[in-house]
Structure formats: structure tokens, C-alpha cells
């Protein structure tokens, strides 16, 4: 009796630890599954930083700055695959746009999926809120050019447009052609403007975006000295021409590309030709301020 009470136990024991087995077994089956999901989706997702460079073409080329999927804390934060909550690692160029002496600045990198927008402002400030308005409806922040001159006597408009989240620059105090000025002529123009812009938004001014895109090496060494990036474009609406919003929508369509600064003015036109604008790029890219599109 006792024998077969004990070949019982020993049977029970026996299947207990084979379910036990069994089922850490399948515990480690499963997070390995999980660990090669995440490790499958690096593969195709890691990003390699690509450096700035000096361009014979386009001058001053911002890099991109890279990401790896941080393997170990994505997995510790799901139990099952989710793209979602994947946790990347943040890997920096070693040659950024500021350690380079180059300028300017027409597009940002060929392999950006990104896109910036300026818009130069000197006069239609009757539109310019409809253009923030429909920049907010779609979510999009852009950079505002504002003329010194103009921004000195439409103070809380400039911080309007501060305020809703894009960002400011220069764009000189009375609109020459920066090309035909003197040394103290170039750096009175943006001096002053500067002066203005910060003394409305309290921050320092970072760009410059040169009227008409006219400059030479004097206004670009004169924007160097008081740490303005000159920003020029690859891409122009030519909306200042008044052109239906057709044309202007179509003008972007056929020139749009990767890294992309797409020049635009405040018309009643350019308010209409917008959305569409806005719409195209993000089928594509992402749209970002110069503060992160150059970084």
C-alpha cells in the first residue's frame, strides 16, 4: 500500500515539474519572439547619422542626426510587439552646420524627410493672421522673415506670430538690395532689425533671410559676426507675383523634394493655395522650424 501511495506521489511530482518546464519554456520562447521582433523592426528602422557638410552647389548642406531602437528599454516596455512603443536613441552628427564656415543655406539635407517654410514679410499684414490661422488648423509651424522697418510698427503682430509657436527672423530694417551696401551699411540693417525682433519676442534672432536672396560675401560675413544663419530657398512660389492659387500650389508640387525651403509672402492668394500646400507635403514629409529642421 505504501509502495503504491509513493509511486502516486512520485507521479504527480513528476508531472507538476513537466508542466512547470512546459511553461517556463514557452516564457522564454515568448520573450525571445518579442526580442527579435524589436531586433527584425531595428533593422529596417535604425537611422545612421549623416554629417553637414560644404557643398560646391548648394553651400552650407545640414546633416541629419541619427536613431537606433535602445533594444533592452523597448522590450521592458511591452509585453507583446508594439511599434508604438518602441524607444529609440538619439545619435548626433559629429559635424553639425555650426562647425562649418560656409553660407548660406538653401535646402536642408537630401536625405531629410523633412520640409521648412519661409514666409518674408515686409507688407500684407492684413493676411498674415489667415496664414496663422490655417497653419494652426493643420498643426504646422513655420518661420516668419519680418522686415525691421515693418515689425517696428506691427510690434504685436510679430508677437502674435511668436507667440503661436513659429519662429522669428530677419529679414533687414528697410528691404535694400543687400548687395550695393557698405560694410556699415549691411551691419546697421541688421542690427537694427535684430535690435527690434528680440526687443519684441526677448529672444536672440538666429536667421537671416536676405531680400530679393541678394548678397555677396560682405552681408554674409556681416550676419556671421552677429550669429545669424543666412537663409535662402529651393523652392519659390513666386506668390509676391500675385499668380492665381493654382499656379502657386502647382509650383510646389512640380519643385517639391526632400530637405525642401520653400519660399512664400503674405497674399490673399497664398492664404487660399495653403491648405493644398500643407496637405502635399505631409503626404511625404514632415514640416518643421529651421530651429529643427537644421539640426
Known amino acids: ?18 508542466s512547470i518546464i512546459q511553461n517556463t519554456d514557452a516564457l522564454f520562447i515568448s520573450g525571445d519572439s518579442l526580442y527579435n521582433d524589436i531586433l527584425y523592426y531595428a533593422e529596417s528602422n535604425d537611422v545612421i547619422p549623416i554629417d553637414a557638410r560644404c557643398d560646391k552647389v548648394w553651400y552650407k548642406v545640414p546633416g541629419i542626426n541619427g536613431k537606433i531602437v535602445d533594444i533592452e528599454k523597448s522590450q521592458s516596455n511591452m509585453d507583446v510587439f508594439d511599434e508604438s512603443k518602441i524607444i529609440y536613441k538619439l545619435i548626433e552628427q559629429e559635424i553639425n552646420i555650426y562647425d562649418l564656415t560656409c553660407s548660406p543655406i538653401y535646402r536642408g539635407n537630401e536625405e531629410s524627410d523633412s520640409i521648412t517654410l519661409i514666409i518674408n514679410v515686409a507688407w500684407g499684414e492684413e493676411f498674415v493672421i489667415r496664414m496663422l490661422d490655417i497653419l494652426d488648423s493643420y498643426d504646422t509651424k513655420a518661420n516668419f522673415f519680418f522686415e525691421g522697418k515693418f515689425a517696428d510698427n506691427n510690434k504685436e503682430l510679430v508677437f502674435e506670430v ?25 551691419s546697421l540693417e541688421l542690427s537694427r532689425t535684430n535690435n ?45 507675383q500675385k499668380p492665381s492659387k493654382d499656379v502657386i500650389v502647382d509650383r510646389v508640387k512640380r519643385k517639391l523634394h526632400p530637405g525642401a525651403i520653400i519660399l512664400m509672402h503674405p497674399t490673399e492668394n497664398t492664404c487660399l493655395a495653403l491648405p493644398e500646400i500643407i496637405g502635399t507635403i505631409k503626404k511625404n514629409y514632415q514640416i518643421e522650424t529651421l530651429d529643427d529642421f537644421l539640426t
Open 1 to 18: 500500500m505504501k509502495e503504491e501511495l509513493y509511486i502516486v506521489l512520485i507521479s504527480i511530482i513528476f508531472i507538476l515539474s513537466a
Open 162 to 186: 511668436y507667440a503661436r509657436g513659429h519662429v522669428i527672423g530677419n529679414h533687414s530694417y528697410s528691404h535694400p538690395d543687400m548687395s550695393n551696401l557698405t560694410t556699415n551699411e549691411v
Open 196 to 240: 527690434i525682433l528680440s526687443g519684441i519676442i526677448f529672444e536672440e534672432i538666429s536667421y537671416f533671410g536676405p531680400p530679393s536672396g541678394s548678397y555677396n560675401d560682405l552681408v554674409l560675413n556681416s550676419a556671421k559676426k552677429l550669429n545669424l544663419e543666412t537663409i535662402m530657398w529651393s523652392v519659390d512660389t513666386i506668390d509676391w
